[in-house]
């Protein structure tokens, strides 16, 4: 905390240095920085599975975000939406919470379908959140399909301006015009990317391979100054059903366009999904059953100690053994975790 002037002339000037320092929490952050640790609280126990997983996190040393999905109770209407607002307030208020996911996929099939909704809801969820939460970073993960089309290469190809052209069309609130907007309005201070990169057989005809693709994608976010305006960050789901089956050159070839290419690029961090969730079926994990190390495990560990910031998810709905367990294992490699807020 930044301390007051020792001379200081007559109560107004106080109250005036007083207010002056209560509210710097309120200012957004810059890109790049880190907000300041939560300060030291008397709160009471947790009283929630939410809030244990936050202290339970925040004792193993990993920064904690809030992870809430604001867009569907945004949708459902104000008074689900401020319900939302308050239970991510109650969990911002315990030690070691950075900031609030406060969107999935932003406007990629998610109800939002067009740039005013998805401004809408971006000014009402930070609105919102600095009143409620003050001093927490408000971070939005976005597909940018457009990204994946290569629109950066030199020279032009034609099947990336073909792609381009039937993505723009499929996604207009998605368009790299309307990201631009969204990024200057000041609503988002962290912003996880995912470039929508496509297949290396869709690449290998145009004459690029999928690391080529990855640069041209993040040199048209340095272009548009994206980088600027949000502290950015890259993603990429790495999880797997069962037991991981691929050798060891593929994941460092997967992990080398996913994880080391952006962080080349400026990436501040590299969001994986995810640690242990459902999805279509199955039971998707990034160790094997047992919360056993694989390869893929092993080659997160090395970029690791080599000082990536690695970010993953976690629910206590959802945990191989158990959340002490569990967590042990979670921070040998990851710098951050989003933890599931229980806002549906």
Same mark, same amino acid.
């Given at each position: 905390m930044r301390k007051l002037p020792f001379a200081i002339a007559g109560g107004t000037a106080l109250l005036a240095a007083v207010a002056a320092v209560l509210t710097i929490g309120l200012q957004p952050a810059r890109p790049g920085v880190r907000p300041s640790s939560s300060p030291s609280v008397k709160l009471g126990p947790?009283?929630?599975?939410?809030?244990?997983?936050?202290?339970a996190a925040h004792d193993r040393g990993l920064h904690v975000w809030l992870e809430a999905d604001l867009v569907?109770?945004?949708?459902?209407g104000k008074d689900r939406f401020d319900e939302g607002v308050l239970m991510v307030a109650n969990l911002a208020k315990r030690p070691g919470v950075d900031g609030v996911k406060i969107a999935d996929e932003l406007g990629y099939k998610d109800g939002l379908d067009t740039t005013d909704k998805i401004r809408g809801f971006l000014h009402d969820s930070a609105a919102a959140l600095r009143k409620a939460a003050p001093g927490k970073l408000i971070l939005v993960d976005l597909l940018v399909p457009e990204l994946g089309c290569a629109p950066d290469h030199?020279?032009?190809l034609r099947w990336a301006t073909i792609c381009a052209?039937?993505?723009? %069309?499929? &996604?207009?609130?998605?368009?790299? +015009?309307?990201? /631009?907007?969204?990024?200057?309005?000041? $609503? @988002?201070?962290?912003?996880?990317?995912?470039?929508?990169?496509?297949?290396?057989?869709?690449y290998s005809g145009w004459g690029l391979d999928m690391a080529t693709a990855q640069r041209t994608?993040?040199?048209?976010?340095?272009?548009r100054g994206w980088d600027s305006q949000v502290r950015l960050q890259a993603r990429k789901a790495l999880a797997?059903? %069962?037991? &991981?089956?691929?050798?060891?050159? +593929?994941?460092? /070839?997967?992990?080398?366009?996913?994880? $080391? @290419?952006?962080?080349?690029?400026?990436?501040?961090?590299?969001?994986?999904?995810?640690?242990?969730?459902?999805?279509?079926?199955?039971?998707?994990r990034l160790l094997d059953p047992g919360l056993v190390p694989n390869v893929l495990w092993d080659a997160l560990a090395r970029r690791r100690s080599a000082g990536a910031v690695l970010f993953t998810h976690l629910s206590p709905q959802s945990l191989e053994v158990g959340l002490d367990a569990d967590l042990a294992a979670l921070a040998q490699v990851f710098t951050d975790v989003f933890v599931a807020a229980g806002t549906g």
């Amino acid at each position: 905390m930044r301390k007051l002037p020792f001379a200081i002339a007559g109560g107004t000037a106080l109250l005036a240095a007083v207010a002056a320092v209560l509210t710097i929490g309120l200012q957004p952050a810059r890109p790049g920085v880190r907000p300041s640790s939560s300060p030291s609280v008397k709160l009471g126990p947790p009283v929630t599975p939410y809030a244990k997983a936050v202290d339970a996190a925040h004792d193993r040393g990993l920064h904690v975000w809030l992870e809430a999905d604001l867009v569907k109770r945004w949708v459902a209407g104000k008074d689900r939406f401020d319900e939302g607002v308050l239970m991510v307030a109650n969990l911002a208020k315990r030690p070691g919470v950075d900031g609030v996911k406060i969107a999935d996929e932003l406007g990629y099939k998610d109800g939002l379908d067009t740039t005013d909704k998805i401004r809408g809801f971006l000014h009402d969820s930070a609105a919102a959140l600095r009143k409620a939460a003050p001093g927490k970073l408000i971070l939005v993960d976005l597909l940018v399909p457009e990204l994946g089309c290569a629109p950066d290469h030199r020279p032009p190809l034609r099947w990336a301006t073909i792609c381009a052209v039937q993505l723009r %069309g499929q &996604y207009p609130q998605l368009r790299l +015009e309307s990201v /631009d907007s969204y990024l200057r309005s000041g $609503d @988002i201070d962290v912003l996880d990317l995912s470039t929508g990169l496509l297949s290396d057989k869709t690449y290998s005809g145009w004459g690029l391979d999928m690391a080529t693709a990855q640069r041209t994608a993040w040199a048209e976010v340095h272009q548009r100054g994206w980088d600027s305006q949000v502290r950015l960050q890259a993603r990429k789901a790495l999880a797997h059903p %069962g037991r &991981y089956t691929d050798s060891a050159s +593929e994941t460092d /070839d997967e992990l080398a366009t996913f994880v $080391d @290419i952006p962080r080349t690029e400026g990436a501040h961090a590299v969001d994986v999904w995810t640690w242990h969730q459902q999805y279509q079926g199955d039971m998707y994990r990034l160790l094997d059953p047992g919360l056993v190390p694989n390869v893929l495990w092993d080659a997160l560990a090395r970029r690791r100690s080599a000082g990536a910031v690695l970010f993953t998810h976690l629910s206590p709905q959802s945990l191989e053994v158990g959340l002490d367990a569990d967590l042990a294992a979670l921070a040998q490699v990851f710098t951050d975790v989003f933890v599931a807020a229980g806002t549906g």
